[in-house]
Every structure is written in C-alpha cells, then in structure tokens.
C-alpha cells in the first residue's frame, strides 16, 4: 500500500469503504458484546473489571474504521492498494475471523500458535525459525501478561 496524490487504481475508493465498513461493523460487534445487558464481564466502565480493556480496543477499533472510511473519501493523502497487496490484506482478515470462530473450540494458546506464523508467512517470512519462535514467544508473552500479571483470564477451549 502506497500513499497517493490523487492517482487511484480503478475500484479502490469501493474496495477501501468496504473494508472500512467491515471493520467498523466488527468494532460496533463487540461494543455490543462488552455493553451487553446484562454486562457479561463487569461494568465497561470500571478500570478494574475484566470488560475494561476489551470495551477500549472494540472502540479503538470503531474509531479506526471512522477513520479509514474518512481517508477513503478525501481526495488528497489517501491510501491506494498497490496492485497485489489487496488478497494478502484479505487472507489476513479471513484468518483473524477464523480465529474468532475457533477461539472457544481449539483455545486460546492452540489459536495464537497457529495464526502468528500464518500472518507472518501470509505477509512474506519464509525463515522457519523465525516462524517457529512467533509460535511461541508472542502468545506466551502476551498470555503471561494478561493471566499472569493483569488477571485477566482467556477463555479454555475444548481441546486446549
């Protein structure tokens, strides 16, 4: 993806309102969930509550799909897919809701092992140790800090 003043590819401007469409729509998706009735994990609002934190990416989210419909419109200093770019960006998306979908079955640790080095080859590692340590470093960390650290748990799937 490239930065462009007014020189577009055909059909941009659609594809880059759809894609903003879509993450708004999974930014408002989990609003909903975090401010649920009854709120399923804690008042969103308190800082301590385990609702907290995803409550601030799900508006992060939403913010960020404002945006980039924004960007999609303005006429100087948007963003163009460079020919190519657009199926790499579209398998990523897939494989993030397809971890979405497989979260409650295979488990967090099962799901995060194997999408790291998906993304990662998706967008052009080939070295097989680096993926081998995306594998296992990311998720460790991340999964240490908010279980072990913040005490916020991720939900056990059925295989793991």
């Known amino acids: 993806m490239s930065i462009c003043t007014g020189l577009r590819l055909p059909g941009s401007r659609l594809i ?4 903003a469409f879509a993450v708004i729509a999974v930014g408002v998706v989990f609003l909903r969930i975090v401010h649920g009735t009854p709120p399923p994990f804690g008042d969103p609002r308190d800082i301590g509550s385990a609702a907290f934190f995803p409550g ?3 508006l992060l989210v939403t913010g960020l799909g404002v945006v980039l419909l924004l960007s999609a419109w303005r006429p100087a200093f ?3 897919f460079e020919s190519g770019h ?3 960006a579209l398998v ?4 993030m ?4 979908v497989s979260l409650r079955f295979l488990g967090i640790w099962l ?3 194997m999408a790291v080095p998906l993304l990662a080859l998706c967008f052009g590692e080939r070295r097989w140790y680096v993926l081998l340590a995306l594998a296992v470093v990311p ?4 999964i240490h800090l908010f279980e072990g650290v913040m005490g916020v748990y991720f939900p056990r799937g059925v295989v793991l």
């Open 16 to 19: 880059e309102t759809i894609l």
């Open 56 to 58: 601030l990416i799900a």
């Open 78 to 80: 948007s963003v163009a």
């Open 86 to 88: 657009t199926a790499r």
């Open 92 to 95: 990523a998306y897939v494989l």
């Open 97 to 100: 809701v397809a971890m979405v």
């Open 111 to 113: 799901v995060t092992m």
């Open 139 to 142: 998720p460790a960390l991340v």
